[in-house]
């Protein structure tokens, strides 16, 4: 079974920046992919970013695109997260989630983490 561990969310100012960590353990095959979802109170789960292991390229959502980038260390199967010039806006739990495709439908993802805590403050 594959068990992802999200990590290093945190309190930071607007303007500031966070790198988020998705260590992943238990995959069958090398060819997978690792993508970033948050989801805000209130506010339905949404993309954020997605590294596959295949072409090795971040797919961000346009609403983090030049802020926030997702990067890949294969060998330790982990996929970062970015963030910087973060807004309070982009408080929210964030996730991981892992499939064998890079997709912006949250259901098609198999296996998630628990999620790591980001707020923002003006």
């Known amino acids: 079974e594959v068990h992802l561990v999200e990590s290093g969310g945190g309190f930071v100012q607007a303007g500031g920046s966070l790198r988020l960590s998705c260590a992943g353990s238990g995959f069958t095959s090398d060819d997978y992919a690792i993508g970033w979802f948050r989801q805000a109170p209130g506010k339905a789960r949404e993309p954020v970013s997605c590294m596959s292991v295949r072409d090795g390229k971040p797919h961000n959502a346009d609403s983090v695109k030049g802020r926030f980038t997702a990067s890949l260390d294969g060998a330790k199967n982990t996929v970062y997260l970015h963030m910087n010039s973060l807004k309070p806006e982009d408080t929210a739990v964030y996730y991981c989630?892992?499939?064998?495709?890079?997709?912006?439908?949250?259901?098609?993802?198999?296996?998630w983490g628990q999620g790591t805590q980001v707020t923002v403050s003006s």
């Open positions: 989630a892992t499939d064998t495709l890079c997709s912006d439908n949250v259901g098609l993802f198999s296996s």
